[in-house]
Nanobody, 118 residues
Framework: VQLQASGGGLVQAGGFLRLSCAASGRTFSSYTMGWLRQAPGKEREFVAQITWSGSTNYADSVKGRFAISRDNAKNTVYLQMNSLKPEDTALYYC?????????????WGQGTLVTVSS
């Protein structure tokens, strides 16, 4: 499996970005997909996940600001990030079967960098 994340960049506080993750493989629709992130000098942490049926879970720090979605026909998962804060600055990883509340997952790809300026 390969997970290719994109959409990161530099944005001012209060702004928004939309991350995308293109996955290879024919069984994408059966997996829970999600996002992890790792800020400079910190441990990797859980951000959000979406199950095969569309149920979602979020870290408390992003609840109400971020929205995860998926398009199984395109083997793609998205993370819409609104009202961004400087503390959201991190390398964001697309992940398969992320574990809620941890920075662990069954598999994750190369990250995309999000930088939020104050």
């Amino acid at each position: 499996v390969q997970l290719q994340a994109s959409g990161g960049g530099l944005v001012q506080a209060g702004g928004f970005l939309r991350l995308s993750c293109a996955a290879s493989g024919r069984t994408f629709s059966s997996y829970t997909m999600g996002w992890l992130r790792q800020a400079p000098g910190k441990e990797r942490e859980f951000v959000a996940q979406i199950t095969w049926s569309g149920s979602t879970n979020y870290a408390d720090s992003v609840k109400g600001r971020f929205a995860i979605s998926r398009d199984n026909a395109k083997n793609t998962v998205y993370l819409q990030m609104n009202s961004l804060k400087p503390e959201d600055t991190a390398l964001y990883y697309c992940a398969r079967n992320p574990i809620i509340g941890t920075g662990q997952a069954n598999y994750w790809g190369q990250g995309t960098l999000v930088t939020v300026s104050s």
